[in-house]
């Protein structure tokens, strides 16, 4: 009825929801018999249950447990975020391979890593607001660190090079970026076209 953010939400039994003290305001503006109230939203009629003159709804848990959540998070949103690495600065960057924050120099080190040369960084503020369109670089599970970047048309499978010298070596293969149609379905999800 306010059209804020909802204070102690309570549920009519036509299942809409308002804050308590907006129907308790409707109650006394009313100014007649509670069985005239009506639903702001649907009509419905619906009286005041009360106990000693305290309007009594059964609280909505849902909207109640939301509003709280997005109070904590809007105090996420202005806290600030330390270096998974050195735990001494400020985080700028976000890496989403290994789902790490970074300071600058830090980002930089991570940069020039032999296993993490390759990751994908990004932002902070496009972390945070969950917006980045980051797909993963898959990873072999057995030569560990190796790109999944092959696929062989032999087994159907996707493979990192390492795999394809040891274990697939006269197979036909492409690499994994040029897959389409049906076998497409088959690869891991975080690999992208």
Sequence with gaps: MCRKTFDDPRTLSCLHSFCLGCLEAQQFTAKSKSSDLRCHQCSAPFTLPCLSGVALFSCNIFIDSL????KANQ??????????????????MHCVECSENFCPSCSGGHKRGKLSAAHQQISLEEALAGNAAANRIPRCQKHIGSEINTYSKTCNDAVCSNCLSEKHSGHTFCPLSQVTGPSRTRLPATTSP
């Design 67 to 70: 509003v709280k959540l997005a």
């Design 75 to 92: 105090a996420d949103i202005n806290r600030v975020i330390k270096c998974d690495f050195c735990q001494d600065n400020d985080a700028t």
